[in-house]
């Protein structure tokens, strides 16, 4: 699954890159971004406490559609 940040609500609190290191970064302007494509199943308990914990609710699971 992949994960979001939309740079639009994002205020670069940083605390996404905290909760989930392995799936957060913060860029060098000071911003979230995120450091993978799909994220793997053990970082999603991790990933829902970001989305739960970004003050600016900026983070979203990306639910695509099957591609064809
Ligand atoms: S916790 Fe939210 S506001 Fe803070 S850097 Fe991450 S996405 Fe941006």
Do not use: Y
């Amino acid at each position: 699954m992949r994960v979001e940040i939309n740079p639009d609500q994002c205020e670069g609190h940083g605390r996404c890159a905290i909760t989930a290191p392995d799936v957060f970064k913060i860029d060098a302007d000071g911003w979230g971004q995120v450091i993978v494509d799909d994220v793997p199943e053990d970082q999603r308990v991790r990933v829902d406490r970001a989305i739960r914990l970004c003050p600016k609710q900026a983070i979203a699971w990306v639910t695509s559609t099957p591609a064809g």
